[in-house]
C-alpha cells in the first residue's frame, strides 16, 4: 500500500486547498440532528412528554431580549434542512424561546435573521400574541448559529462571480444561447 506524500509546492497547494474547502463553519451541534429529534409541533401539543430532551429547532427571529443574565431569542420556528438551516419559505412551525447564556447583540440578531438552536428543553411559557395567549416551549440554548444573510452568500450559478446576462441552467457555460453561431447567426 503506498501512500500519497506531497513533494512540490503545487501539490502542498491543492492539499490545503482540498481540506480547507471541505472545511465547515457550522458547528456539528447545529449540523446534526439529535437522534429522537422532537418537532415542535409535538412538543407543543403535548410538552409534558418531551421535558428534558435534547432538541435542535431553528426560524427566523422574531424578537431578541437582553436580560441580566442571558439573551433569550424568540424565533417564529421552520423545518429544517439536512445541515440544520431553516428553510425560506416554508410554512412555520410554531414560536419557541432559546436561552442562551450570554450576551446578543440585538442589532446582530435582529428581527428575520435565521438562527438554530440546539438545547434542553426545559419549560413551556404562556405569553400573549396579539391578545391571544400563546404557549411557548422554553429552550435553554448549548448552541446556537446565526445563519448569513441572502446577500452575505456568495452569489452566481453555478460558479460565484459569473455574471453573464445569457448564463443559466438551461445554456451551460457557452457565452450566449446562440453559440457558436453568434447574435443574430453571422454568416
Same mark, same amino acid.
Given at each position: 500500500?503506498?501512500?500519497?506524500?506531497?513533494?512540490?509546492?503545487?501539490?502542498?497547494?491543492?492539499?490545503?486547498?482540498?481540506?480547507?474547502?471541505?472545511?465547515?463553519?457550522?458547528?456539528?451541534?447545529?449540523?446534526?440532528?439529535?437522534?429522537?429529534?422532537?418537532?415542535?409541533?409535538?412538543?407543543?401539543?403535548?410538552?409534558?412528554?418531551?421535558?428534558? &430532551?435534547? /432538541?435542535?429547532?431553528? @426560524?427566523? =427571529?422574531?424578537? *431578541? $431580549?437582553?436580560?441580566?443574565?442571558?439573551?433569550?431569542?424568540?424565533?417564529?420556528?421552520?423545518?429544517?434542512?439536512?445541515?440544520?438551516?431553516?428553510?425560506?419559505?416554508?410554512?412555520?412551525?410554531?414560536?419557541?424561546?432559546?436561552?442562551?447564556?450570554?450576551?446578543?447583540?440585538?442589532?446582530?440578531?435582529?428581527?428575520? &435573521?435565521? /438562527?438554530?438552536?440546539? @438545547?434542553? =428543553?426545559?419549560? *413551556? $411559557?404562556?405569553r400573549l400574541v396579539g391578545e391571544f395567549p400563546y404557549t411557548y416551549p422554553v429552550v435553554q440554548a448549548q448552541s446556537w448559529y446565526l445563519w448569513?444573510?441572502?446577500?452575505?452568500?456568495?452569489?452566481?450559478?453555478?460558479?460565484?462571480?459569473?455574471?453573464?446576462?445569457?448564463?443559466?441552467?438551461?445554456?451551460?457555460?457557452?457565452?450566449?444561447?446562440?453559440?457558436?453561431?453568434?447574435?443574430?447567426?453571422?454568416?
Amino acid at each position: 500500500m503506498r501512500c500519497f506524500i506531497p513533494k512540490t509546492l503545487p501539490e502542498w497547494l491543492l492539499i490545503s486547498l482540498l481540506l480547507t474547502g471541505c472545511a465547515s463553519q457550522i458547528p456539528p451541534m447545529i449540523r446534526e440532528a439529535p437522534a429522537d429529534n422532537p418537532s415542535l409541533e409535538a412538543v407543543r401539543g403535548n410538552p409534558a412528554d418531551y421535558l428534558t &430532551r435534547q /432538541v435542535r429547532w431553528g @426560524g427566523k =427571529l422574531i424578537e *431578541t $431580549e437582553n436580560r441580566k443574565d442571558a439573551t433569550w431569542l424568540t424565533v417564529l420556528g421552520a423545518t429544517l434542512s439536512k445541515d440544520g438551516e431553516p428553510r425560506s419559505g416554508e410554512d412555520d412551525t410554531g414560536r419557541f424561546i432559546a436561552i442562551v447564556p450570554e450576551f446578543l447583540d440585538p442589532k446582530v440578531y435582529a428581527a428575520d &435573521r435565521k /438562527v438554530t438552536v440546539t @438545547g434542553t =428543553l426545559l419549560r *413551556t $411559557e404562556t405569553r400573549l400574541v396579539g391578545e391571544f395567549p400563546y404557549t411557548y416551549p422554553v429552550v435553554q440554548a448549548q448552541s446556537w448559529y446565526l445563519w448569513p444573510r441572502e446577500s452575505e452568500m456568495s452569489p452566481g450559478y453555478p460558479y460565484p462571480g459569473f455574471y453573464d446576462p445569457w448564463y443559466g441552467p438551461w445554456y451551460g457555460p457557452w457565452p450566449s444561447p446562440w453559440y457558436p453561431y453568434g447574435y443574430p447567426y453571422w454568416r
